[in-house]
């Protein structure tokens, strides 16, 4: 990864990170929106451990766990989360709305097919005709109703979600849904 990668990479962080804590510091939650974007939160979160849990980047090709039906779990969880955290944090105007809408535009029309051109790039590179069959196979974000035939065998791994730094994604999150449970309450 370049510096200049780098550099984005924390630009966009902190952007997510500062436009999360403005929807917070606005929000009127209601118990009822507040539980059913906590449910949403939870899925996701759940989702991204279990895929954190098989991931190991660019070693060898995954398609074991979550990966055995849908190329991105850790896209689809934050998918989840962002759609949960949106709902929860309702806002008189419905900005909530609106700034879903706006997370779901960048998600889909630019996070995703930059993340497919980039990965998918390197994955068929570093992986050739097995990538390019899972690829063929396995839907990109939303999960197939069969598991994929040729799927790895390898088991969840707690040292390796821990390794891929999801339980610092999950402290986050039970910050930010504390945040909104107390608003809410």
Do not use: C
């Not at 999360?20 to 939650?29: E, F, K």
């Not at 989702?47 to 896209?75: C, E």
Request: glycine residues 8%; charged residues 15%; aromatic residues 12%.
């Amino acid at each position: 990864m370049s510096e200049r990668s780098k550099i984005l990479g924390w630009i966009r962080l902190a952007l997510v990170y500062a436009f999360v804590a403005a929807l917070v510091l606005v929000s009127r939650p209601t118990p009822a929106l507040f539980a059913i974007g906590a449910a949403l939160v939870i899925i996701g979160e759940a989702v991204r451990i279990w895929a954190a849990g098989h991931l190991v980047k660019s070693v060898r090709l995954i398609t074991s766990g979550p990966y055995a039906y849908t190329q991105n779990p850790l896209y689809l969880g934050r998918l989840l989360i962002l759609t949960g955290l949106a709902i929860a944090a309702r806002q008189e105007a419905y900005l909530n709305l609106v700034a879903l809408a706006i997370g779901y535009a960048i998600f889909f029309f630019y996070y995703i097919p930059r993340k497919l051109r980039v990965e998918g790039a390197r994955l068929a590179r570093l992986h050739g005709a097995a990538f390019e069959a899972y690829h063929h196979d396995v839907p990109i974000l939303f999960p197939a109703a069969r598991r994929y035939p040729a799927a790895g065998t390898e088991r969840w791994s707690f040292r390796q979600m821990v390794r891929n730094q999801e339980p610092l994604v999950a402290a986050g999150l039970l910050l930010v849904s504390g945040l909104l449970a107390w608003r809410a309450a």
